[in-house]
């Protein structure tokens, strides 16, 4: 990696730093193409400064993947791609990147995490899990974002194809159903633990109850909402813990 | 139940499209109106990675989605039509059946604009053919999602 795309990366941890209704990440996604466009300042000035006025315009996207976002943007500049194409392109990424960043991120792995620092504490393994739990969720979070920015970087305005082939479109609804499985699980345990008293026969029957509903439902996919499948296996676990002796 | 909300956003489709509206309506099909990305498969693409399995997505020049309007009006799926701009709305309107309520969801910041709302800034040219639709019978209002009040445009002036 070089210079340029390291202080990129970093630039991009604060992408939402100056958000606004204005131009949303817009400002942020401009300050993180600074060191990028660097190179293209000395070869083409002219270019250089539509293209900084470009890359600091409206944008909005899932702020973990941004930096596809950013790296396609930033090679197209460098490929000379007309402006009016760069525009299209950049309204168009914010839809698969907001979409594909929320079901990664916030619908399958910030409440995967959760859930396995829950059953950590809850089956008594150390506070340890809490801070393994983060550095887990963000080492994943920065590995993300160095391979979003180097696809863009790779792939320019043939970015959608890059995503469309990657792992992201994949895995992403997988890291849904893990979440599903891992928050029926936690729940019904912690609440046993909470509720005192509960044997281990009653948590781990409480968390089986919880995987068992929430496999069901991966596996027929019902219409059920996870939401309600985890009440639903929490009711259960209450159920359970208030029968067993 | 047919088309039950005209969007206009200039992100297309994005959360607040799909899930925001999406999820409470139960959306079943959207239709974006852009000549542009009518024709144009790569942004097609894109859009689509946005879009989950369930609910399908349409694209459509204005022309085509005026000629198809009536069908869309007797889907058995709720849907939502939507532009990224208000003169796409505007032709769309003036060539398709009347359509009740025009839905401003998402106008950002271009030169020439002004902040009317958070999440809506107009030109003066724009106000007037907002003024326009509303002349003509449309329920012009501005709401980001289902759960937010309604402003009306005059409001927005």
Redesign the interface.
Known sequence: MNRGSLRALLRLLAVQGAWS????TGIGMGYAAEPLLEDLQASDPARHAAAAVRSAG?F?SHPYLAGIALGALVRAEYDQVPANQLE?LR??????L???G?QLFWVGLVPSVMSLIMLGLAAGVGWWVLPAGLLGFNLFRIATGVWGLHTGLRSG??V??A??DSWL?RWTPRFGRMALLLVGAALPVVAAVELGGATTVARWTAGASGLAVLGLSWRLETRFSPLRLSVLALMMAIVLVGVWP | MPVILHRIDDRMVHGQVVVGWGQPLAVGFIVLVDDTVAVNQWEQDLYRMGVPTEIQLYFATVEEAARDAARWREDPRNGIVLMGDVRTMDAYCRLALPVARVNLGGIHQKPGRTQRVPYVFLSPDEFAVLEGLAARGSIVTAQDLPSSVPIPLESLR
Do not use: H, K
């Open positions: 209704y204005e131009r949303m409206f909005n299209r309204a168009a990424l914010p839809s698969p907001g979409a594909l929320d305005a043939q959608g194809a995503i469309g479109p």
